[in-house]
C-alpha cells in the first residue's frame, strides 16, 4: 500500500524546470529518502507532496485521495493526517514550547489550554525533552533542541504521514545519531511513514528503508540504500564519489 503517488509530475522554480514527468510511489509504513545533488528539487517535491507548491502538471494522491485537485475541506483533512518538520524548525519565536505545540491543537481541534498542555508534555517527552523546556522561548534552545522541539510540534495532531525537510542539517555527529535514533523510534513506537529530505549519507544507512534519487529533472532510482549504492547509475556513482571525496 502507498500512503503517497506521485504521477506525472512537472515543477519549475524561478521559470526553470525543477522535475519532468516524475512518477514516485512512497511506501505505507516505510522511511523513504529523497536525495540527490544540489538542485534537484528534493525539497520542492517535498512541498508539492504537502501542496506548499502547486506543480505545472501532475497529480499527488496522499493516502489514497487525489490532493492536489482536492477540495480546501479535503485538502485540510488530510493536512490535520500529516506533520512537517521544517529545516529551520519554523516555531513561532515569540510563543513559548509549549505554545507552539499547543497552537494546533486549539485551533484545529479546539482542544482546551489544560488539556492541550497534558498533550504537550506527551509530545514532548516523545521527542526526548522535558516540561522544564516547555516555557522557553526558541532563541533559548540549542539547534538540536529547536529540531526536537519542532517535531513535537509536528506530532501535536498524531499523524499517519510524516514530513521531515534537511532534519539533522546542522546538527554535530552526537546529535545527528541521536535524532536518527528518535526517527526510527517514532516510526516503530506510532506506525508512522515518514518521507525526509537529507544530504546526509549517515542518516540514509541508519534510517531509509528506500531511496528516491533524482538528477537531471528526473527520478533516477527508488531503491533500498544497499541497492542504490551498487547502482550503475553515472548520477548515483558521481553523488557517492563526492561524498567519499569530502570525507578524504
Known amino acids: ?15 526553470n524546470p525543477i522535475h519532468e514527468n516524475i512518477d514516485v510511489n512512497f511506501i505505507s509504513g516505510n522511511i523513504t529518502a529523497i536525495v540527490g545533488p544540489s538542485g534537484c528539487g528534493k525539497t520542492t517535491l517535498l512541498r508539492t507532496i504537502i501542496d506548499l507548491q502547486r506543480p505545472l502538471k501532475g497529480n499527488v494522491k496522499i493516502f489514497d485521495t487525489n490532493f492536489t485537485n482536492a477540495t480546501l475541506q479535503v485538502k485540510n483533512s488530510i493536512r490535520n493526517k500529516c506533520g512537517m518538520l521544517f529545516q529551520q524548525g519554523a516555531l513561532f519565536s515569540s510563543f513559548t514550547i509549549a505554545e507552539n505545540i499547543i497552537f494546533p491543537l486549539k485551533e484545529i481541534l479546539n482542544i482546551n489550554e489544560v488539556d492541550a498542555l497534558k498533550i504537550a508534555a506527551i509530545k514532548l517527552d516523545l521527542v526526548g525533552l522535558d516540561m522544564n523546556v516547555a516555557n522557553k522561548y526558541p532563541s533559548e534552545l540549542s539547534g538540536g533542541m529547536i529540531k526536537r522541539a519542532s517535531l513535537a510540534r509536528s506530532l501535536a495532531l498524531d499523524p499517519d504521514l510524516l514530513l521531515l525537510d534537511e532534519p539533522t542539517a546542522g546538527l554535530d555527529p552526537k546529535s545527528a545519531d541521536s535524532f536518527n535514533k528518535l526517527i526510527l523510534s517514532l516510526k516503530e513506537t506510532l506506525g508512522l511513514s515518514i518521507i525526509m529530505v537529507t544530504h546526509d549519507i549517515e542518516s540514509l544507512w541508519k534510517t531509509a528503508d528506500k531511496v528516491v534519487f533524482l538528477a537531471e529533472r528526473k527520478l533516477q532510482a527508488n531503491l533500498s540504500m544497499e541497492q542504490l549504492y551498487k547502482s550503475d547509475n553515472k548520477y548515483v556513482k558521481e553523488f557517492f564519489a563526492s561524498y567519499k571525496n569530502s570525507k578524504s
Not at 500500500?1 to 521559470?15: C, P
Request: charged share 15%; glycine share 6%.
Open 1 to 15: 500500500m502507498y500512503v503517497v503517488t506521485v504521477e506525472k509530475l512537472f515543477n519549475s522554480l524561478n521559470g
